[in-house]
Nanobody
Framework: QVQLVESGGGLVQAGGSLRLSCAAS????????MGWFRRAPGKEREFVAT????????YYADSVKGRFTISRDDAKNTVDLRMNRLKPEDTAVYYC????????????????????WGQGTQVTVSS
């Protein structure tokens, strides 16, 4: 498994931008779909974005589509999340995760991480 370390969180005003970065150790990084989740205060953790192996495809939660961009650099073992036009409701701890898969759970389907998680980085958006 890969070890993941996030960076780049902080405090920003609404409408501003931040870039989160996730550094991975391990030779199998390029084998995994990578992604970001977040947990807002008092809420469950939710999917934000994922990028498939080799960066061929990206998928986003509806709440961030058009504002966030996920990318990966397999040569550097990093996956970034560029966040623009931030809103107060984007305030959360953001987690990098490895080996995302689209799985069916009962009557619904969702992105779930089957691999490692980072420790999280706090993003706070003030109004």
């Amino acid at each position: 498994q890969v070890q993941l370390v996030e960076s780049g969180g902080g405090l920003v005003q609404a409408g501003g931008s931040l870039r989160l970065s996730c550094a991975a150790s391990g030779r199998t990084f390029s084998s995994y779909a990578m992604g970001w989740f977040r947990r807002a205060p008092g809420k469950e953790r939710e999917f934000v974005a994922t990028v498939t192996r080799s960066g061929g495809s990206t998928y986003y939660a509806d709440s961030v589509k058009g504002r966030f961009t996920i990318s990966r650099d397999d040569a550097k073992n990093t996956v970034d999340l560029r966040m623009n036009r931030l809103k107060p409701e984007d305030t959360a701890v953001y987690y990098c995760a490895a080996d995302l898969r689209w799985v069916r759970e009962g009557s619904t389907s969702k992105w779930r991480a089957s691999g490692s998680w980072g420790q999280g980085t706090q993003v706070t958006v003030s109004s």
